[in-house]
Antibody, heavy 122, light 109 residues
């Protein structure tokens, strides 16, 4: 069974840093692009970032570019999101998601984790 | 920045056909994906690459795309289809950024 389990979400003060993790199982992790998507309380989905299968290509939403860094460790079947200079507007449930195909980084997602909650508050 | 536009809400009676639209300038060149999100749950993929249905998704869910508009159609909507629906696609420029539509609340009653 394909499974994604996020962790690392906590309450952090504005300006602080945090690293989220996503443990993957049930599929060949290093074949697939991976995404982070977030959802603020009561709001819609917002795409955050993606990383190619080998980590060689990364892309970010304008709202997080320069503050967040996506990375992966294929030897550990793990995806990460380093979040720096956090703002109150970064408060959200953060999901990791697996791309649907191996062919292109442009593929949408087919499997999602249950998310981990980040709260930025003083 | 690139945007996908969806209606905030759609309402139908059980058994009727629900249509949810998603408009974006890059849709003639980029695939649309559709996700269903029920309250308190993670999103679930219901349509990929404009019109393909993943295994396990009921046949009443279908998708199409023409020009700058993609459409999710639920034929014979059921009460259990009540959820938020989001379209997803990518920017047509070279920066490969993803984008979600604002979401559509489907009410079936």
């Amino acid at each position: 069974e394909v499974q994604l389990v996020e962790s690392g979400g906590v309450v952090v003060q504005p300006g602080g840093s945090l690293r989220l993790s996503c443990a993957a199982s049930g599929f060949t992790f290093d074949d697939y692009t991976m995404h982070w998507v977030r959802q603020a309380p009561g709001k819609g989905l917002e795409w955050v970032s993606l990383i190619s299968w080998d980590g060689g290509s990364t892309y970010y939403a304008d709202s997080v570019k320069g503050r967040f860094t996506i990375s992966r460790d294929n030897s550990k079947n793990s995806l990460y999101l380093q979040m720096n200079s956090l703002r109150t507007e970064d408060t959200a449930l953060y999901y990791c998601a697996k791309a649907m195909t191996t062919v292109t980084v442009l593929s949408g997602m087919d499997v999602w984790g249950q998310g981990t909650t980040v709260t930025v508050s003083s | 920045s690139y945007e996908l536009t969806q209606p905030p809400s759609v309402s139908v009676s059980p058994g009727q056909t629900a249509r949810i639209t998603c408009s974006g300038d890059a849709l003639p060149k980029k695939y649309a994906y559709w996700y269903q999100q029920k309250s308190g749950q993670a999103p679930v993929l219901v349509i990929y690459e404009d019109s393909k249905r993943p295994s396990g998704i009921p046949e009443r869910f279908s998708g199409s795309s023409s020009g700058t508009m993609a459409t999710l159609t639920i034929s014979g909507a059921q009460v259990e289809d009540e959820a938020d629906y989001y379209c997803y696609s990518t920017d047509s420029s070279g920066n490969h950024r993803g984008v979600f539509g604002g979401g559509t609340k489907l009410t079936v009653l």
